[in-house]
């Protein structure tokens, strides 16, 4: 509900500012107006004070869609995109022991418990997709949203896999990468994202976190190797990954403290990381929102008001 709402008033704060803009008058905004819209254009009143008013509005409600839409997704990550073996009979092992029984691996539906897969977060993110789309946002600041929202998804998942053992190995890489892949063929076939680059950047510290667990870890050419590739991880990840491999079959290799500290040198040789790194992707971090001018093709003298409102807002509102 609180989803829906925020989706329903995002699209009408910004049809309303973009109004405010077209119909202003000004000359920047004047030819995007066909011929009979000029003639609904402001002639004695200045309302481009209000216009900032209205942007702030709009930015808050896109801010509160994010926050509904992670509030929603946030107890499916971990289970969907790391936990559950979407690819039968890669993994030789079972959950360790102390791992059995944890909450975030399974979510609850009237007292059921069901396993979470990358499914069920394709079918929340086909829902949200589909009600935003009949809400009618705007496809630039719908790419916006959604390149947060794997941004969440992909900093709430590799946070979790650089703290446990069990999800570092050559097995759990080939099943992470099949559910980035899964997320990657869903955003092809979307209205509005198939061609956004940006937004498939947001899926790819996950995606060099696995290649690198597949990769050799034996001498300087694999380390040159690694540091090449995993260009979406910055050096704490990179070295926190391969002390954190924890071989679960026989043809996994352990990697040696040597080739740990080859990669870090090899790595402070190569990159000029930016100052005061950390370990963990801070998740709740926001890119900045914009919200481009998009006119409106409707006539406003072809709009009518229904009948109810005419009468409840007859003193406010009225037709053209």
């Given amino acids: 509900m609180d989803f ?61 869609l994010l926050q509904a839409i992670e509030r929603e997704l946030k107890p499916m990550i971990v289970p969907a995109m790391l936990e559950t073996d979407t690819i039968q009979g890669i993994s030789s092992t079972s959950k360790p022991t102390a791992m059995r029984g944890r909450s975030s691996s399974r979510v609850s539906n009237n007292s059921i418990d069901s396993p979470c897969t990358v499914e069920t977060v394709l079918k929340l993110l086909s ?16 790419r916006q949203l959604f390149r947060q929202i794997l941004f969440f998804i992909t900093s709430h998942a590799l946070n979790n896999q650089l703290m446990r053992k069990e999800l570092c190995n050559w097995s759990k890489a080939m099943q992470i990468r099949f559910n980035v892949t899964q997320i990657e063929d869903w955003l092809r076939q979307s209205y509005g994202l198939s061609d956004e680059k940006s937004l498939r950047d947001q899926l790819e ?110 003193n406010l509102v009225k037709s053209i």
């Fill in 4 to 64: 829906e709402f925020m989706s329903f008033w995002l699209a009408n704060g910004c049809r309303f500012l973009h109004n405010m803009q077209q119909y202003s008058g000004e000359e920047e905004f004047a030819d995007e107006c066909s011929e009979q819209q000029s003639r609904h254009c402001l002639r004695n009143f200045d309302l481009s004070e209000y216009r900032p008013v209205f942007s702030d509005i709009s930015t808050s409600l896109y801010h509160r």
């Fill in 127 to 142: 829902k949200f997709h589909d009600v935003m789309i009949r809400h009618g946002i705007n496809v630039s600041v719908l």
């Fill in 205 to 314: 510290p996950l995606v060099h976190a696995s290649q690198l667990l597949q990769l050799k870890k034996q001498d300087e050419k694999d380390a040159v190797e690694i540091c090449n590739m995993c260009t979406a991880l910055n050096h704490l990840q990179i070295v926190k990954l391969l002390q954190m491999v924890t071989p679960t079959n026989d043809y996994e290799e352990k990697v040696s403290m040597k080739f740990v500290k080859i990669v870090q040198a090899k790595l402070k040789e190569m990159r000029k990381d930016r100052p005061n790194i950390k370990l963990l992707n801070d998740a709740s971090y926001r890119f900045v929102i914009t919200i481009p001018f998009t006119p409106s093709p409707v006539d406003l003298s072809s709009v009518h008001l229904p009948e109810q409102l005419k009468s409840q807002l007859q």
